[in-house]
């Protein structure tokens, strides 16, 4: 009797002398588009409480999170009990849409002209008054430019 006793004693303090472990912490898809979702999968034992940081908060031991990172985001999941925490991450990387380039080419039969009238000082292009365009929106990169 004495024996099982010690037993059962010797069990409740090797479970609870050990930190808890984290078996995995993964994110779905890696790298994504701005604007799409990944998941976050975690599988988690031994511990009291599991929390996600970014929002996400107390979790269970094993679980999945859909997440929406609009820029390279760290996950960190940290699973704790009485004997100390430990902490894994998970990485997301996110690709920012490059912008684009249109070549405009002059076409010598719908040149245009910039200009602005008495009463309406705006940007028109076109050969004529007639043929002429009010919502026009013209954008320069001058980053590369030299002085």
Same mark, same amino acid.
């Not at 009291?48 to 760290?74: R, S």
């Not at 010598?108 to 292009?125: A, K």
């Given at each position: 009797?004495?024996?099982?006793?010690?037993?059962?004693?010797?069990?409740?303090?090797?479970?609870?002398?050990?930190?808890?472990?984290? !078996?995995?912490?993964? @994110?779905?898809?890696?790298?994504? +588009? &701005?604007?799409?979702? %990944? =998941?976050?999968?975690? $599988?988690?034992?031994?511990?009291?409480?599991?929390?996600?940081?970014? !929002?996400?908060?107390? @979790?269970?031991?094993?679980?999945? +999170? &859909?997440?929406?990172? %609009? =820029?390279?985001?760290? $996950?960190?999941?940290?699973?704790?009990?009485?004997?100390?925490?430990?902490?894994?991450?998970? @990485?997301?990387?996110?690709?920012?849409?490059?912008?684009?380039?249109? =070549?405009?080419?002059?076409?010598?039969?719908?040149?245009?002209?910039?200009?602005?009238?008495?009463?309406?000082?705006?940007?028109?292009?076109?050969?004529?008054?007639?043929?002429?365009?009010?919502?026009?929106?013209?954008?320069?990169?001058?980053?590369?430019?030299?002085?």
């Amino acid at each position: 009797m004495l024996v099982a006793f010690l037993l059962l004693v010797s069990i409740g303090i090797c479970a609870d002398s050990y930190p808890p472990g984290i !078996g995995s912490f993964v @994110v779905s898809s890696n790298p994504i +588009k &701005i604007g799409q979702s %990944t =998941t976050l999968s975690w $599988y988690v034992y031994g511990a009291k409480t599991i929390t996600i940081d970014h !929002g996400t908060g107390n @979790v269970k031991f094993v679980g999945t +999170k &859909i997440v929406y990172p %609009t =820029t390279d985001t760290v $996950y960190r999941l940290t699973a704790t009990n009485d004997a100390g925490s430990v902490s894994a991450i998970a @990485v997301c990387n996110v690709m920012q849409q490059q912008p684009s380039t249109i =070549t405009l080419t002059n076409i010598f039969s719908e040149g245009g002209r910039v200009w602005s009238g008495n009463w309406n000082y705006g940007l028109d292009i076109g050969d004529t008054n007639e043929n002429s365009g009010s919502q026009v929106f013209l954008s320069f990169d001058i980053s590369r430019a030299s002085v």
